[in-house]
């Protein structure tokens, strides 16, 4: 029983990273229609401008919030260099520009940094809480995200920008008329993402070890958090993440070994899809004719 | 008055047919010359590049099978590289076990991934856009850890090293030319099946159920029936072009199958451009050429190089080579013919 809770708990930690990041594809999904595959790359690489910045003596929540700012820029200026001349084009010319950037970014990282594994410092204390129940890692982690959740929902649902970003998403046509620059909205939601994705990157980095190809697994499992909660849903996003995170670790622990632990996680999820086919929190795309 | 106009409508009539048929001998003159090219090609060049236009040829093959699914039905799969995969086990286990000869085998694999391709279309049915991307995904991630898991058929992680088959003796050639030959005539066949089925009725079918899924099954189209088969022709294509790939190289492992592999031809058919056959052909020399020639460029970073390529094809051409390229030609074919009709 004490395991058991133990390794729900730890998969609650992990499922909030993934449930962070699927919560970057799940904003850029409903703003543009499209899947990023840079999301997990873009991710690694603000963590590896956080590593510089604690590496050069900056204080680690100092080195927090310069990187999520160096990130918003960086998204927002990728959605308009990279991302707006392909809006019209077939989706696949979309996909495969994000598998692009997600080979330059991963690219990049190698050159820049090498591919050897670096260490990455935990804001947290390493201890252990309620008789090893829990570590005080999971507990940082698992509140950071539910502060990011906080700020975001408010954001959206208290200003006006946070509307605004909303109708162009839901409907950019409509949003035009009435004065919203979708446009500048889309690159905000591609800034916010990538801020979103930072956070993510920074809390999994002390687990994982930095490296270039960290986020790799990480994003399967996002995808996997972000279309199980529904890809048009952000709390369902959340909760995928979540349900992915524990998923994962129980399989791992009881089912099988370590090996299969992906396949088996992704096919118990497949089997939910096939009876939910829009995911459990996704509405049903209705289509007039 | 009504005399006049049926004249002119037969006169036009028989232009016409007459610039379809200067149009039908050009093309097969063409395609004639092209294999006439690929023939002769493989005597001028080093065993190296012989090699390298061989798995070229097999790409194609890889690509377009993934051509029929996503370009042609519409529906996307990250997860070409596990049938890829399926095909050259299959091939591989049969050389090696069973002693199978290496030209028997292509018969199997196509077998096999049809029907592998069927069992997954028909789950695939109720998903669309990013969830069957996702199923298609978690194929090509279980790959790998399937192949090691069933070591005892697989090889496991050291896989299965196969005997490079020999040439007729009587033809004079070596191993690598006559791979090459072998492979260009299986890409001929794919070629001229693809289509055949593409142009037909099952094709047109295929299209209507991507172009507008609720007016084809309005029009009577069983649009389960043709996505399922779109699924099984597809990926059967694609397993073949796995078993040529185990043949020639004559190795198989689990790790030359990763998601990359599934990446790349997503990338191959969308640079080619997707709903097209010939677009298929220049996937495949985009897969094989351009990550050398990216090291080339920079041996620090020869992906970030690949990656920029990648974005500057689709950027240039968001339809692919053939499928920009296409439609301006013909379209500058007619403008000379009606230069030309003019000028008479």
Known sequence: MHQLLQQIFSGIAAGAVYASLALALVMIYRAT????FAQGEMAMFSTYIAWTLVNAGLPFWAAFVITLAVSFVGGMVIERIVIRPVENAPILTAVVVTIGLLLIFNATAGWIYSYTLQEFPSPFPDRTLFGALMTTRDVGVIAVTLVMLAALFCFFRFTATGLAMRAAAQNPESARLCGVRVGRMLALGWGFAAAIGAVAGIMVAPVLFLDPNMMGGVLLYAFT????????SPVGAVIGGLIVGVTENLVGTYL???????TVALILIIIVLVFRPNGLFGTAVVRRV | ?????????TAKLAMERETRMAIAVWRWAGTAALIAVAVVLPFTLSNYHVFELTQVMIYAIAVLGLNILTGYNGQISLGHGGFFAAGAYTAAILMHRYGVPYWATLAPAALVC?????????????FEGPYLALVTLAMAVAMPQLLKYFDNW?????????????????????????????????LLVAIRVAANLLNGRTGRAFVAIRDHPIAAAAMGINTARYKTLAFGTSTLFTGVAGALAAIVIGFVAPESFTLFLSLSFLIGSAVGGIATIGGAIVGGFFIEFVPNFANDISDAAPWAIYGLTMLLFMYVMPRGVVGT????????????????RAAK
């Open chain 1, 33 to 36: 229609d499209l899947v990023n």
């Open chain 1, 225 to 232: 958090g972000a279309l199980l909660g529904g890809i048009t």
């Open chain 1, 256 to 262: 099988i070994a370590s090996q299969l632990k992906l």
């Open chain 2, 1 to 9: 008055m009504a005399e006049s106009v049926s004249l002119d409508g």
């Open chain 2, 114 to 126: 049809f029907g592998l391709g069927v069992l997954f279309g028909l789950p695939a049915l109720r």
């Open chain 2, 154 to 186: 697989t090889g496991g992680k050291q896989g299965l090293v196969l005997v490079k088959p020999m040439p007729p003796p009587e033809l004079g050639i070596d191993r690598d030319r006559w791979l090459y030959l072998f492979v260009l005539v299986v």
């Open chain 2, 325 to 340: 390229l296409g439609p301006w030609l013909a379209h500058a074919m007619q403008q000379f013919r009606s230069a030309r």
